[in-house]
């Protein structure tokens, strides 16, 4: 008879190498949100991220209605005592300073809820990659734009959640403002 020992590894080891991989998982996702925009331009690639975070969305729906577990239990969040806990995900995005796209990826909270019960959304009421210290969530109803926008192939669903869309929002502004400040600068 054989005997099989178990190799046993700390709380603190385990949490790094889920971290590890969150991180891994972040620049994979910046990865090709900034080749799809850079390729692509603003709207259709955010569009494509939008797309692809629907089927992201889908597909961990599902796994979790089969029973899966949705997040790592240890390593995703870092753990603060009294302060709020931090997502590992948008601390990468936060490190690589690229918030329009790595915002992109917080939809798959709504995405998941909705692809699991289109009647609610999980939504972002502090979103760390949207310049807030920490993540905080509300679970709400949806409305039928909604569902309408997220359900309809190659809608812009950011609206969804609206601390994303606000920051999006302000964003292109922004971008809109340097642009005609810059072309102004050149006709002079």
């Known amino acids: 008879m054989t005997e099989t020992k178990e190799e046993m590894v700390s709380l603190k080891?385990?949490?790094?190498?889920?971290?590890?991989?969150?991180?891994?998982?972040?620049l994979l996702h910046l990865?090709?949100?900034?080749?799809?925009?850079?390729?692509?331009?603003?709207?259709?690639?955010?569009?494509?991220?939008?797309?692809a975070i629907k089927e992201y969305g889908r597909?961990?729906?599902k796994r979790t209605q089969q029973g899966y577990q949705t997040l790592p239990k240890y390593g995703f969040?870092?753990?603060?005592?009294?302060?709020?806990?931090?997502?590992?995900?948008?601390?990468?995005?936060?490190?690589?300073?690229?918030?329009?796209?790595?915002?992109?990826?917080?939809?798959i909270d709504p995405a998941k809820t909705m692809h699991t019960?289109?009647?609610?959304k999980?939504?972002?009421t502090k979103c760390l990659t949207t310049g807030d210290t920490h993540c905080?969530?509300?679970?709400?109803?949806?409305?039928q734009k909604d569902k309408e926008d997220f359900f309809t192939e190659n809608r812009d669903w950011t609206h969804?959640?609206?601390?994303?869309?606000?920051?999006?929002?302000?964003?292109h502004q922004e971008n809109l403002d340097t642009r005609q400040v810059h072309r102004t600068a050149q006709s002079k």
């Open 13 to 26: 080891d385990a949490e790094e190498q889920v971290k590890i991989v969150t991180q891994r998982l972040a």
């Open 31 to 51: 990865a090709y949100a900034r080749t799809l925009v850079d390729t692509f331009g603003w709207d259709k690639g955010k569009q494509l991220v939008l797309n």
């Open 117 to 120: 019960n289109p009647e609610e």
């Open 77 to 107: 969040w870092e753990r603060r005592p009294g302060q709020p806990q931090l997502c590992e995900l948008g601390k990468t995005v936060l490190e690589y300073n690229e918030l329009d796209t790595g915002s992109l990826y917080c939809l």
């Open 59 to 61: 597909r961990v729906a």
């Open 122 to 124: 999980l939504i972002h």
């Open 136 to 143: 905080e969530f509300a679970t709400i109803p949806t409305s």
């Open 160 to 171: 969804i959640d609206p601390k994303i869309d606000r920051y999006h929002k302000t964003k």
